[in-house]
């Protein structure tokens, strides 16, 4: 199974920003198109943005354009730039394949994003 490697995260104050990276084993994302999730404490993991293998992207219309994804394909790698961070962003950013696609990547632990206040 590919293995899924984010980072970026850390602890910011509210309007900060934040580019979080996310590094497969493989070239899943190239094949599947990729998504960013988080799951914040005692809630469920929730999508926040896809790309498809075409390189169109998609968003939570929660996010009011705050956020954007991107890709490099040659390093398998995608991104999650993040802007005007709120406290309630704070939660454990994951990426993975979107949902429904006919592979999935073995989940990753995460980095966490912290917004004070």
């Known amino acids: 199974q590919v293995q899924l490697v984010e980072s970026g995260g850390g602890l910011v104050q509210a309007g900060g920003s934040l580019r979080l990276s996310c590094t497969a084993s493989?070239?899943?994302?190239?094949?599947?198109?990729a998504a960013w999730y988080r799951q914040a404490p005692g809630k469920q993991r929730e999508v926040l943005a896809t790309?498809?293998?075409?390189?169109?992207?998609y968003y939570s219309s929660s996010l009011k354009g705050r956020f954007t994804v991107s890709r490099d394909n040659a390093k398998n790698t995608v991104y999650l730039q993040m802007n005007s961070l709120k406290p309630d962003d704070t939660a454990v950013y994951y990426c993975?394949?979107?949902?429904?696609?006919?592979?999935?990547?073995?989940w990753g632990q995460g980095t966490q994003v912290t917004v004070s206040s």
């Open positions: 993975n394949t979107p949902p429904g696609s006919s592979a999935i990547g073995a």
């Open positions: 493989g070239s899943i994302f190239s094949v599947n198109g």
């Open positions: 790309i498809t293998k075409s390189g169109n992207s």
